[in-house]
């Protein structure tokens, strides 16, 4: 199972090196860099929740952000996202955009979750003197 988290690092390290050529990638890295310092922690036994949490709520926000654009582009009939940006399909962008915050959430509060419960039992440890 510890093999998991260093293969989420890795995924989100590749997706912050793709964001290189995005328009605005010093948010893009940040996030999945921050995202893929979650996995790390977590895979070194370092409990930092507050590292997984600042992920998810920052993921959170530009979810509620993209939800208007999100929402035109299912009513539209969710046209394709795979193709390269054009000035005449802005919602290629913004949808990636959108999923890669959802990505970012959830990831970020399955490590919120798990690190609090890792503190926890510690704590209970700690204290019974497992």
């Given at each position: 199972?510890?093999s998991?988290?260093?293969v989420i690092?890795?995924?989100?390290i ?43 709520l920052?993921s959170?926000?530009?979810l ?7 929402l ?8 394709s ?10 919602h ?6 959108f999923?890669?915050?959802?990505l ?5 509060m399955g ?6 419960r890792?503190?926890k039992?510690?704590?209970k ?6």
């Amino acid at each position: 199972m510890n093999s998991f988290h260093i293969v989420i690092s890795i995924i989100f390290i590749l997706f912050a090196v793709f964001q290189i050529n995005d328009p605005d990638p010093i948010f893009w890295i940040a996030l999945y860099g921050v995202t893929a310092v979650s996995a790390i922690l977590f895979f070194f036994k370092i409990t930092i929740p507050l590292v997984p949490l600042l992920v998810a709520l920052v993921s959170i926000g530009g979810l509620l952000y993209l939800s208007p654009d999100f929402l035109r582009w299912i009513r539209e009939g969710s046209p394709s996202i795979t193709g390269s940006m054009k000035a005449g399909s802005p919602h290629i962008e913004l949808v990636r955009e959108f999923f890669g915050n959802a990505l970012t959430a959830i990831t970020g509060m399955g490590y919120w979750v798990a690190m609090r419960r890792r503190k926890k039992h510690k704590l209970k440890e700690e204290i019974h003197g497992f």
